[in-house]
């Protein structure tokens, strides 16, 4: 053992790897709808490891905090300011009820429990589940006119506060929105989601599997009962149900016109709905499995909408403007699957799947946006100018009541994520970093300055939790809990939400995917994803920015006391 400890401690890099490895295991074991996450699973695992004393480089957990909170900004940026309209600000009432209840119950608890300003931004960081709050509140706490050792203990109060409440708080919200919320609003979740969800457009079928396959299809013909057939008279039989893309006849691709008439043997590729096609067969000859001289026909694509005119738009309305052979097969917000329900109001920044004939999505694009680069290629200069701009927006700072407040480099990366993100979505054409490569962003760089600044505070975490024993999971419960409830209130009282939407809505608010999945599996579709994604975006970029301020308010505290 003295032989292991002292290689860790000669060489912290090998600690480090061994923390995120254990820790990502560690956060993948569920219980139940409860999965920890491989951030908390990485924390818990420093935490331990860190028993034996081991340091990283200041520097090492400073780049990787930046290169996450940008990654953050940068990826949830369209988003942020697509629901900044009258729906979202409207929805957006329950992440300020969630911003407000949290800093008000963490200052209470920090006068009557007599918190330190590490320990009350951990536990608003993990009671409200937000990891990227230990981030900024670490930084905020370096900035602090106190010795090295006061700052370094601080900002262990921090990790330690956040790994103790975190747990608790992820369990507390994962029961409220699935179990108690839907008994509190005396509904039946399923019933009521099957309910909206056929209100919306959809149908019968199973929603999970609504959009697993597109209705549009292709299907190659070799005629035969079909020969002296002219194209305009297969159009009028179809009726705008199917349509003729492509004839080809030894081996010669002909113009497809009205007047072509067909011959034996030719070569036919009709498009059109699953339903129609299967009866073509008896107008034109058999189906033909040889379909490599029609690949390039049919095709999917992605397109990010960014015409205004679209924006509150439901998909009916965009479905009907769409040549017939054209079909809307998916659709993603803020990198969430999102239901394709007729009903479903477009916003700014969403990712359509147009499937259909290459011709027909050309024409179709200009309509609806942009044809979204599939590249794995990052720009690594543009998110770097974005990181280095950040750094130097934080740098500034103003007086609260006399103490400093700043954005701090964290705060200040995520403000220029935010407005480079947008701008990207502004104009998809240009290459920029890619959706896996923000992802691994995000990840890594979040873990990896988890896993440092719990190394560093493992030593005092034993003593943290000794002084304040079972009360501060308590109270992370309640802070946890209890905005939850207030907006429960306020959104089917005031906002009158439906249920699905509102339990969602508050899965989001508190940042919680597994709550939104603990919900989503209640409610047996994805109607509450329509509530989530809006509060997630904006309580995403708020809630960060939290952390240097409850870290000033609760300094505030202290200098009255």
Not at 128 to 136: C, F, K, R, W
Not at 295 to 320: C, H, I
Not at 342 to 365: F, I, M, N, S, W
Request: hydrophobic share 50%; aromatic share 6%.
């Amino acid at each position: 053992m003295d032989g292991v400890t002292g290689l860790l401690r000669s060489q912290p890099e090998i600690a480090l790897f061994l923390v995120l490895a254990i820790g990502y295991a560690v956060g993948q074991i569920r219980f139940g709808p409860i999965q920890l996450g491989g951030i908390c699973g990485t924390l818990i695992a420093a935490l331990v490891v860190g028993q034996l004393g081991i340091k990283l480089d200041d520097s090492v957990k400073n780049v990787f905090f930046m290169l996450f909170i940008f990654a953050l900004g940068y990826a949830g940026g369209p988003q942020f300011f697509a629901n900044l309209d009258a729906k979202g600000l409207r929805l957006g009432l329950l992440c300020l009820v969630e911003v407000v209840t949290v800093l008000a119950l963490v200052l209470c608890a920090t006068v009557f429990l007599s918190l330190d300003q590490g320990t009350a931004a951990g536990l608003m960081a993990g009671a409200a589940t937000e990891s990227a709050v230990v981030g900024t509140a670490t930084d905020a706490i370096s900035k602090l006119a106190l010795p090295l050792a006061d700052i370094q203990q601080l900002q262990a109060n921090v990790v330690t506060a956040y790994s103790i409440t975190y747990v608790f708080g992820l369990i507390a919200i994962v029961v409220a929105t699935s179990q108690v919320f839907p008994l509190l609003l005396r509904v039946d979740l399923r019933a009521e989601a099957d309910k909206l969800w056929k209100t919306m457009g959809g149908g019968n079928e199973n929603p999970a599997a609504a959009s697993a396959t597109p209705e549009m299809v292709g299907r190659v013909f070799l005629v035969t009962v079909g020969r002296g057939r002219t194209v305009g008279e297969l159009m009028s039989i179809l009726g705008g149900h199917a349509s003729i893309e492509r004839v080809v006849r030894r081996g010669q691709k002909l113009n497809v016109e009205p007047a072509l008439r067909l011959q034996a043997y030719d070569q036919v590729l009709a498009i059109g709905r699953r339903s129609m096609l299967v009866n073509v067969a008896e107008l034109l000859g058999r189906e033909f499995a040889d379909t490599t001289a029609f690949d390039a026909v049919v095709e999917t694509t992605e397109v990010v909408v960014n015409r205004r005119e679209w924006f509150g738009r439901g998909l009916r309305e965009l479905d009907a403007q769409l040549p017939p052979a054209l079909q809307i097969v998916g659709l993603a917000r803020d990198g969430h699957v999102m239901p394709l329900l007729h009903e479903v109001k477009l916003q700014r920044g969403d990712v359509l799947q147009l499937y259909g004939p290459a011709a027909d999505v050309a024409r179709t694009l200009p309509l609806v946006g942009d044809r979204v680069i599939a590249s794995t290629r990052s720009n690594i200069s543009y998110a770097a100018m974005g990181i280095l701009l950040g750094v130097f927006i934080g740098g500034f700072s103003v007086k609260l009541g006399g103490i400093p407040f700043s954005l701090g480099t964290g705060g200040g990366a995520l403000v220029t994520g935010l407005a480079f993100g947008w701008y990207q979505s502004k104009n998809p054409h240009r290459l920029s970093v890619p959706p896996d490569a923000l992802a691994l962003m995000k990840d890594l760089g979040l873990a990896t300055f988890i896993a440092c600044v719990g190394l560093a505070s493992g030593p005092q975490a034993i003593a943290l939790v000794k002084k304040f024993g079972i009360a501060l999971p308590l109270v992370g419960v309640a802070v946890a809990v209890v905005p939850a409830c207030i907006s429960l209130f306020v959104g089917r009282r005031l906002l009158k939400l439906e249920a699905p939407v509102l339990l969602g809505a508050i899965a989001g608010q508190q940042c919680s995917t597994p709550a939104l999945s603990a919900v989503q599996n209640a409610a047996g579709n994805a109607t509450p994803l329509l509530g989530y994604t809006i509060t997630y975006a904006i309580s995403n970029v708020v809630l960060p920015l939290m952390g240097p301020l409850i870290v000033a308010l609760a300094g505030l505290v202290h200098a009255a006391k």
